[in-house]
């Protein structure tokens, strides 16, 4: 026998945004994104914010570099002990890790190497790639949206697009 709640309808009918930014926030970190790779090299960087059962807010961003200044050598390579600094801003600013991005020179497409090499190696940690070294303003839709399910294993939400990632505001 099945049974369905008013809320288990809605939930079906109206799946809640997983992760969801300000449009103008959303734009700052494009262009730091791009600044910081200079179009020629990948970049990326933590998304800090709040979490709960509405989903995953971004209120900041801390790139990679900023943490770990040898990190951006063509491809990122993240120094895993340092990412202690990265709880300390967390707690500093009263925030979580709620998502990581970085950009690629072409596609979207996550790598072998991205595959296998999850920022937060935690069930349900949330990944965003970037296309062509963020050289314009690149919406939900148009960007790579991964789920960490463990073992190096991903969910692909790219296709969800606005379903999955929502930006909030004006232009």
């Known amino acids: 026998m099945t049974f369905f709640t008013h809320r288990n309808m809605f939930a079906l009918l109206f799946p809640r945004t997983r992760l969801t930014c300000r449009r103008h926030l959303w734009q700052e970190i494009l262009r730091e994104?791009?600044?910081r790779g200079h179009g020629r090299r990948e970049s990326g960087g933590f998304?800090?914010?709040?979490?709960?059962?509405?989903?995953?807010?971004?209120?900041?961003?801390?790139?990679?570099?900023?943490?770990?200044?040898?990190?951006?050598?063509?491809?990122?390579?993240?120094d895993g002990s340092k990412m202690d600094l990265v709880w300390a801003e967390c707690r500093r600013r009263g925030l979580q890790v709620v998502a990581d991005v970085h950009t690629h020179p072409g596609g979207?497409?996550?790598?072998?190497?991205?595959?296998?090499?999850?920022?937060?190696?935690?069930?349900?940690?949330?990944?965003?790639?970037?296309?062509?070294?963020?050289?314009e303003e690149y919406l939900p839709g148009e960007i790579g949206i991964y789920e960490f399910n463990g073992n190096g294993r991903w969910t692909d939400h790219s296709a969800r697009g606005r379903k999955f990632f929502k930006l909030r505001g004006f232009a």
């Open 108 to 135: 979207y497409g996550q790598s072998g190497i991205d595959r296998a090499n999850a920022m937060i190696p935690e069930i349900g940690h949330i990944a965003l790639i970037i296309p062509n070294f963020a050289d």
């Open 47 to 78: 998304f800090l914010g709040r979490s709960d059962e509405n989903g995953r807010v971004i209120e900041a961003f801390l790139p990679y570099d900023a943490i770990d200044p040898n990190c951006l050598q063509g491809h990122i390579l993240f």
């Open 33 to 35: 994104l791009r600044d």
